[in-house]
Nanobody, 113 residues
């Protein structure tokens, strides 16, 4: 009953910035936490950042460069990505935690040298 739609991916040069958005719809009152994961070709999907009412957490590889946030309506989260590196290239997925995990379709981020 919860649907997630990501947007904001694209192609940027190293050192550039992007902001990803994830809009949630449906039974959003049942969401306990939300976050962002990413998956590069041939690699395991990895956690990038999470957000709850109590705060946020980040993978060590993105600390100081990425910021996760939510808007006042509490139905959209963002991932502000600054100082992008080629190793950040991946498909980025939004997820929501209810009694189980719900995933968005993903948005491609490509960082060139």
């Amino acid at each position: 009953q919860v649907q997630l739609v990501e947007s904001g991916g694209g192609l940027v040069q190293a050192g550039g910035s992007l902001r990803l958005s994830c809009a949630a719809s449906g039974s959003i009152f049942s969401i306990n936490a939300m976050g962002w994961h990413r998956q590069a070709p041939g690699k395991q999907r990895e956690l990038v950042a999470t957000i709850t009412r109590g705060g946020s957490t980040y993978a060590d590889s993105v600390k100081g460069r990425f910021t996760i946030s939510r808007d006042n309506a509490k139905n959209t989260i963002y991932l502000q990505m600054n100082s992008l590196k080629p190793e950040d290239t991946a498909v980025y997925y939004c997820n929501a935690v209810l009694g189980f995990n719900v995933w968005g379709q993903g948005t491609q981020v490509t960082v060139s040298s």
